[in-house]
């Protein structure tokens, strides 16, 4: 038996010893029953007198975590009362019960999905292709900072490391119309931490909060989770309907560049709508940039932080979606009265993200790296794209239509009217033929339909997977 | 002149100039009056047709946002009103403009510390030696992570890398008697978004915190952003008083192995005191372990969660002080009461850590380097309290006495009564010899002293500091 106990010279020894096996016993990696070894044995294992671990067994059988056996070994016992493995798990009096309870109901729904294994044709939305991510460029930058950065490396600024806040004000006033400088940008723990940051200082308990419908359910449990109060607004073939916007709201969550989960971008209208409804109401508008880095086809439409002349919008986006989600890298372009409200917010939530990450992509953004990987990533999505569109023209047309899309790597997918089947029947029979899909319903859509993600579905699978679909469809006609 | 322009061949090429020249202008890189390049020069460089560059100057000349200047050359324009380098800062009127100011007016005070310049010999608290950083070992192990976490990375589980949450458990079952397994670690970025979740799930607006007082800011702080209602509790020599815990406290806040600022450690009565106080009202505990892993003398003592058999403390500690601040790596040892609710509010926070340095952290804690690690620092410290204990028998014992810790990397000193100088105009005065100190008082003391530290100064530079405090405060007398 390998008792993994680790002998420092330079400590009291038999006080170390104790404190190991006490440890083993309380955290219940030595379970009870088990035997202990010989003192003699355990004595010259760890080089030590065999008096001290005697004296040690002595002490464990004191405080009643150990018993002679029969004659002879010494043995864990089973913990007294009021201890064991941890504290125990019997519910306790507490005084925030709560709001503790309130928590643990709060909906985490859509990133679980990342904790579950995928199927072996998966349409999961907002997950990219793992091939795709640029491993000997970053491997490159991320020893280059980690060389420079040196020294250990003691408290950052919260808003984040410069060089990297001008790389993504350069980036974004190139590719999305931004219009910022690296003083307005704030890096985050990924987008859900900016949408944190955000609500915290926008929205305290019973304020009105509009959110897209259907929408993006981590911020709607988001936004739960401060006690605000949700407003759903519906979307249609223009993006947000503006005129359905709460006047009282404070704040409002949205996804022009690609609608999640529909797909559809807001027209030019609709964005000049919503800006001047928030210069009449004082509301702040949050663009969440989902995924527009891919876009495949029609005019590159900008941002509506580019259009805002009066600093009402905060424009969220992440690298998420364009490198890897484990990145956890992100970040908020604030309006100028926010900024430092959002930074005290930064502070006392986290104080600041990990250095290192930080300078690895400055170093790989500044060195055009982030351009070029950006570019193998729409080539890539777009045949993917191809075929997504092609085979449901050929192969599911009689139950399904893709909305069109013109950014972003998924569609939505509605049913056809009158079928005998419903987007959650369907994901439940796809699964059991290695199909993952996932239903428009679970993200509060009215229609029935299924968000149709190919970042983890290799091009030639799309078709089998389609096609696996389709006979479970006419299977249920 | 370089315009930073990156024409890429894939896409439209008039279409990339004209939103880069645009970009260019309105985030202000190009100011007002600049004369842009001739249209030939600026197509030769590129390798674009003369014609395209000529269609864009055209376009921008149409969007106001260049002009001909005399007879020859383009010149970028003031920006119309309502446009500038970024949505103007002037005030406008927002629904939310009460909660922003109170956010900007919250007080981040300590952690700023980290951000301005430390004078040539400082005596910063929380701050470790960055040469102690283990540089060669980290680097081993951050490398062999990013090899094996290869393929760019899904969603990781808001709890954690598991095999950092198993090296941490085992780490504080042996280091601080903590009874806990992997399941109840959740790794939180530093110890302050450890704070920050328990607050969330313990502690709503108006809800009643204690806290110690004097003690550490930031928690202060991130209270106050939450709406919590504080009550400071004195602390004397055995640590917290508990005698004066507020009864409708829904959450108390302590440091038992290492008071902050104070550095007395909590005795084993008011331990057992504070614990049937929680169990008599319902409160959480948040023991918060700074800096205890250095140990300096006495029989170490177990962690208050260790004698909890309820489930009633929250153990929070960090790796910013052991290893380093920028590493971004804390955790908390959840009640399991707590545990769910805990984390439902690290998903919606932020969705977890990124993964990277977890990997490279297990790796490094698995392999036995963080043991040696901290041995070394012990050693490192140890040496450096010797010579200010010394140093301040010999030279400030007229003005300033030390407080006793048995931990931690720093100590309190107090003015002796009925000095004609306070912390704070010592701190002033010793500034401009290049000596950093730090007042008591801004950390809520009653006592007039300094804070200690000494992470940031080297041996050699302790009594040459002390020195220079003992002719200010001469001249001073």
Redesign the interface.
């Given at each position: 038996m390998d008792l993994?106990i680790?002998i420092?010279r330079?400590e009291p020894l038999g006080?170390q010893l104790l404190?190991?096996l006490?440890?083993?016993i309380?955290?219940?990696?030595l379970a009870t029953g088990t035997q202990l070894p010989p003192t003699r044995l355990l004595a010259q294992q760890l080089g030590l007198a065999r008096q001290t671990v005697a004296e040690a067994y002595e002490r464990l059988t004191l405080e009643q975590l150990i018993e002679a056996g029969r004659g002879r070994g010494s043995f864990v016992r089973a913990l007294p009362a009021?201890?064991?493995?941890?504290?125990?798990?019997t519910?306790?009096?507490?005084?925030?019960?709560e709001?503790?309870?309130a928590?643990?109901a709060?909906p985490?729904p859509l990133?679980r999905f990342?904790?579950s294994p995928l199927a072996r044709w998966d349409f999961v939305g907002g997950?990219?292709e793992?091939?795709?991510?640029p491993?000997e460029d970053w491997?490159r930058h991320?020893?280059a900072a980690?060389r420079a950065?040196?020294?250990?490396?003691?408290?950052?600024?919260p808003a984040g490391h410069t060089a990297l806040r001008e790389a993504i004000?350069?980036h974004l006033?190139?590719a999305r119309?931004v219009?910022?400088?690296a003083?307005?940008v704030i890096v985050?723990?990924?987008a859900?931490?900016a949408f944190?940051l955000l609500v915290?200082?926008?929205?305290?308990?019973g304020?009105v909060v509009a959110v897209e419908s259907p929408g993006y359910p981590?911020v709607a449990?988001?936004l739960q989770?401060h006690?605000a109060r949700i407003v759903p607004v519906p979307v249609d073939a223009q993006g947000l309907v503006t005129d359905a916007l709460p006047p009282e709201?404070?704040?409002v969550y949205t996804t022009p560049a690609h609608q999640f989960p529909l797909g559809v971008a807001m027209t030019a209208a609709r964005r000049r709508a919503l800006l001047s409804w928030a210069?009449r109401?004082?509301?702040?508008v949050i663009e969440d940039d989902y995924d527009s880095e891919f876009r495949f086809e029609g005019?590159?439409r900008d941002s509506l932080?580019?259009l805002?002349?009066?600093?009402?919008?905060a424009f969220v986006g992440s690298f998420s979606k364009t490198?890897?989600?484990?990145?956890?890298?992100g970040y908020v372009i604030s309006?100028?009265?926010?900024r430092?409200?959002?930074l005290?917010?930064k502070?006392?939530?986290?104080?600041?993200?990990?250095?290192?990450?930080q300078h690895a992509l400055a170093r790989f953004m500044a060195e055009?790296n982030y351009?070029k990987h950006l570019?193998r990533c729409v080539a890539e999505y777009a045949r993917r794209r191809e075929r997504l569109m092609a085979g449901f023209a050929d192969t599911l047309a009689p139950w399904l239509r893709l909305l069109p899309a013109e950014a972003g790597f998924h569609q939505a997918a509605l049913f056809m009217p009158g079928l005998a089947i419903d987007g959650t029947q369907l994901a439940a029979l796809a699964r059991r033929v290695d199909v993952g899909l996932y239903p428009l319903q679970a993200m509060g859509a009215q229609q029935d339909g299924l968000l149709m993600g190919f970042g983890r579905i290799p091009p030639e699978g799309i078709e089998q997977a389609l096609g696996r679909m389709a006979e479970l469809l006419g299977a249920a006609a």
């Open positions: 993994h680790v420092d330079n006080e404190r190991q006490r440890g083993l309380r955290s219940g990696r009021g201890e064991g493995p941890r504290p125990a798990a519910p306790v009096r507490l005084a925030s019960a709001r503790i309870a928590f643990q709060l985490v990133l990342a904790d997950s990219p793992p091939a795709l991510f491993h491997r991320l020893h980690q950065l040196g020294q250990g490396g003691a408290h950052a600024p004000a350069e006033a190139f119309g219009r910022c400088t003083a307005d985050t723990q990924g859900q931490q944190d915290r200082v926008l929205a305290g308990p304020d981590p449990g988001l989770a006690g709201a404070k704040l210069a109401t004082g509301a702040i005019q590159p932080q580019g805002d002349t009066d600093g009402r919008v490198l890897a989600p484990s990145l956890r890298l309006p100028p009265a926010l430092d409200a959002l005290n917010a502070h006392l939530a986290d104080v600041h993200g990990p250095s290192l990450l055009g351009r570019r």
